[in-house]
């Protein structure tokens, strides 16, 4: 990555200026991924002395600042807590500690990586977005909208639930990206969510909207949800693995999962 300048800013409207005056200017965060998506850039703008790693713990709620690494996230009792430490547990299988000591929650998530093992578990959970310019965006809307005005993000809310919950990530090897990965949480009500397809994480809501109208979940509603997952979804192959092996893996998992969350 060539970078012909190296900003630090003061205060999130000086970096948001900066950002919008030119679309070679970029955001840098924990800088883990960004390479990976740029090449050029003409001045890179270091959020570092605008105070956003803090994650704070309300009565209902947990605020987490945009320049938090994973591994506060990981390792928080309050994050650990959440819906049976289903995010705690996808950042724990994300590469090696050394990575997650400098990759941010705000740049995973503003990168929209295909491969995210964070954001299919955000989409399962209750969280919100919040950026300098925009504002409030739900997680989803955020994922499933293609085109965003260059903005900031600031910081996440995630409610406080105790649901039960299953994650699942397949990779090569621990320092590979996921060629599957998915996340559930339950209680009373599923969500799932399916990511490295190898497209966007996306939530099967008609495999969810199946289960959720059945008051008891049988074996045979159980391959009528694989089959409905297995359509809505959009595997495909590329260069870690086929469509064929995906499928194989999403119906392994998606069943493992449900059993293990109504238990």
Sequence with gaps: MNVKEYVVVDHVDEAYQLLNQDKKNQIIAGGAWLKLSVKEVNKLISLDQLSLNYIKEEKDFIKI??????????????????????????????????????????????????????????????????????????????????????????????????????????????????????????????????????????????????????????ENLIDQALKIALKELKLSSNLRASQAYREVLVKAYLRRGIMQVIK
């Design 65 to 218: 600042g945009a320049q938090t690494t994973l591994r506060d996230l990981e390792t928080h009792p309050a994050v650990i807590a959440l819906d049976h430490g289903i995010l705690s547990d996808a950042i724990s299988n994300i590469m090696g500690v050394s990575i997650r000591n400098l990759a941010t929650i705000g740049g995973s998530v503003m990168g929209k990586f295909s491969f995210s093992d964070i954001l299919p578990v955000l989409l399962v959970m209750d969280c919100k977005l919040y950026f300098h310019h925009k504002g409030e965006m739900d997680i989803e809307e955020y994922i499933n909208t293609r085109r965003l005005d260059r903005d900031i993000l600031t910081h996440l809310v995630i409610k406080k639930n105790n649901r039960k919950s299953f994650y699942k990530r397949v990779a090569h090897t621990a320092l590979d990206f996921s060629m599957i990965n998915m996340a559930i949480t339950y209680d009373n009500l599923f969500k799932i969510s399916v990511g490295s397809q190898p497209g966007m994480a996306m939530l099967c809501k008609e495999t969810m909207a199946l289960l959720n109208k059945n008051d008891k979940i049988t």
